[in-house]
């Protein structure tokens, strides 16, 4: 659809750039981040915010939804998701020449996106309506099936007020046509490549001969599986993370006389550390793209993951890891025994997480915007914008 601007040319151009929520400094909150330093013009909209999150946009603020004003449900995303759509249709009604939604849920929503043109940047469709085998967070049961397939209906309806997607991954493309039926463009997320590098004394700051974990301790990451798979080869594993399911994955590692050892919720500067001086991370979930994996591989380290998702995109088989058929801990331990037999080069892993930069993100992700703005006759540029391309 191409829709006219809102503003004539000598107004400029009007760009808004939504979230959907602020809680943390996690994957898509970094993608976004790197969003809005593209475009510092852009106003700037999110279903929540964590003021505490350590998230950056300069000067500017970010312009929340009513479900940001309700203490009660301001961070319980179960009864947040049934109103998603409702506080997207209120956030603003002001009118703007491109909106660009940076989506895993109901940001597809935001209202000035239906007359502006849409660009959505998709992390996913909604994994708890249309992956449920794979994400099993949420307890289905007689009661939700209504609402869910409500939100199904608008997820599809809302599908049709995009102009363009792009997908964090080639696995996400695959999703967004089997499940809205339209193409999108593959820009893979931002990964801090400049920061997560060998280590430059070639000596690792912390004890080696182990492999690591690193997620958070949620059920669908699979890290009972990192620990049974290493405790069957009696290879030592660093579980590194947090969350809920940290005792229940403690008391396992126990029952089962494992040599784990658990690093809860480390800086960056720890997580470097762990990732220099791992022999091999062990990623057992199926993920949209996957930044930890590539983060390992920056610092040198090689992979075993899953074959499928993301990582089919960011691990090169034989040469940066190996990615198993099955998520079962039989495979992982044939992984993990494969990696350590094997010779993976430091060189190959850090040239293959490369291709996964910030600057590579900032030109793909600028040019695209720009690209499907002039296809309708809108110019979008700023000073960052024109220094990107």
């Not at 940001?68 to 301001?74: Q, S, T």
Request: a positive charge.
């Amino acid at each position: 659809m191409v829709r006219r601007p809102a503003h004539g040319p000598a107004a400029g151009t009007s760009l808004a750039l939504c979230h959907e929520w602020l809680g943390a400094r996690h994957g898509s909150e970094k993608t976004f981040e790197a969003m809005t330093a593209a475009f510092p013009d852009a106003d700037l909209y999110a279903l929540t915010w964590n003021r505490s999150a350590g998230l950056s946009f300069g000067s500017r603020t970010v312009t929340t939804t009513l479900l940001d004003r309700v203490p009660p449900l301001r961070d319980r995303r179960m009864f947040q998701l049934p109103l998603m759509p409702l506080a997207w249709r209120y956030a603003s009604r002001r009118p703007y020449d491109v909106v660009v939604t940076s989506s895993h849920s109901c940001a597809k929503g935001f209202w000035p996106g239906r007359a502006a043109l849409h660009l959505c940047y998709c992390y996913t469709p909604m994994r708890y309506l249309w992956l449920s085998s794979v994400d099993t967070r949420r307890r289905r049961s007689a009661m939700t099936a209504p609402v869910e397939r409500r939100l199904r209906s608008w997820d599809l309806r809302s599908s049709q007020w995009v102009d363009d997607f792009a997908a964090i991954s080639t696995a996400v493309a695959t999703r967004i046509d089997e499940v809205y039926g339209r193409t999108s463009t593959v820009i893979h997320p931002p990964v801090d490549t400049d920061y997560f590098t060998p280590d430059p004394t070639s000596a690792a700051s912390v004890d080696g001969g182990f492999a690591l974990a690193v997620s958070r301790m949620v059920p669908y990451k699979r890290l009972d599986l990192a620990i049974r798979a290493c405790h069957r080869l009696r290879h030592p594993l660093v579980v590194a993370g947090a969350g809920p399911e940290e005792a229940s994955l403690r008391a396992l590692a126990a029952d089962l006389g494992a040599d784990v050892r658990f690093v809860v919720a480390p800086d960056d500067g720890r997580l470097r550390e762990l990732y220099r001086a791992a022999d091999l991370l062990v990623f057992p979930a199926e993920e949209d793209f996957g930044i930890v994996p590539v983060e390992a591989q920056a610092c040198g380290t090689p992979v075993v993951a899953l074959a499928r998702g993301g990582c089919l995109d960011t691990v090169v088989a034989d040469t940066t890891g190996v990615l198993v058929a099955e998520q079962t801990e039989g495979a992982l331990a044939e992984g993990v025994a494969a990696v350590l037999e094997g010779r993976f080069g430091a060189a190959d892993c850090r040239r293959s997480a490369q291709r996964f930069s910030r600057a590579t993100f900032d030109r793909r992700f600028v040019e695209w915007v720009t690209g499907s703005a002039a296809a309708r006759g809108i110019e979008v540029g700023d000073r960052r914008a024109a220094e990107a391309v």
